[in-house]
């Protein structure tokens, strides 16, 4: 007996279900898939960046770099001359559109909880599409047997 689980604990016997209804639930497993895929490859993106900097923090605020010049990025493609005036703050974007300074060590404390938490909603999530993959895996085995099973039955019932 092929069964799926549901969200919330409930489990459906696909056996019971017809080739149209079993069409659906794939389709809806497949959308599910589909955006669950998205939102690991968006967490990935974000976790990156987090990453980009952290590393920005560990190799260009040293004393060495300390009145040098660099380019500041305003949006992805703006950027406008600044010079590092102090290397013992930072100005940390903490979403939305907020700034915040924080110290060198604070900012890269923040963005290594940022890395950590990204990390485990990767893990929960990838749990969560193996399931959904599962699942539809389980949903095309049974579509496939009863789409097998009503063509036969016609030709058999011929001869």
Do not use: W
């Not at 960046?49 to 040293?62: A, E, H, N, P, Y």
């Amino acid at each position: 007996m092929a069964e799926i689980s549901q969200d919330k604990g409930q489990t459906v016997d696909l056996a019971s279900l017809s080739a149209q209804q079993l069409s659906s639930v794939k389709k809806q497993l497949d959308d599910e898939l589909e955006h669950l895929t998205n939102s690991f490859a968006k967490l990935r993106a974000a976790q990156a960046k987090f990453r980009d900097c952290l590393k920005s923090i560990q190799t260009g605020v040293i004393p060495k770099n300390e009145g040098k010049s660099i380019l500041v990025p305003l949006t992805t493609s703006l950027y406008v001359s600044g010079t590092i005036a102090d290397i013992a703050r930072v100005i940390v974007d903490v979403g939305t559109g907020f700034y915040v300074e924080k110290s060198a060590v604070d900012a890269s404390e923040f963005y290594n909880g940022k890395v950590d938490e990204l990390g485990r909603n990767l893990k929960d999530l990838e749990s969560i599409v193996q399931g959904k993959s599962n699942n539809l895996r389980v949903v095309e085995d049974v579509l496939r047997q009863k789409v097998l099973s009503n063509s036969i039955t016609p030709a058999t019932a011929m001869a």
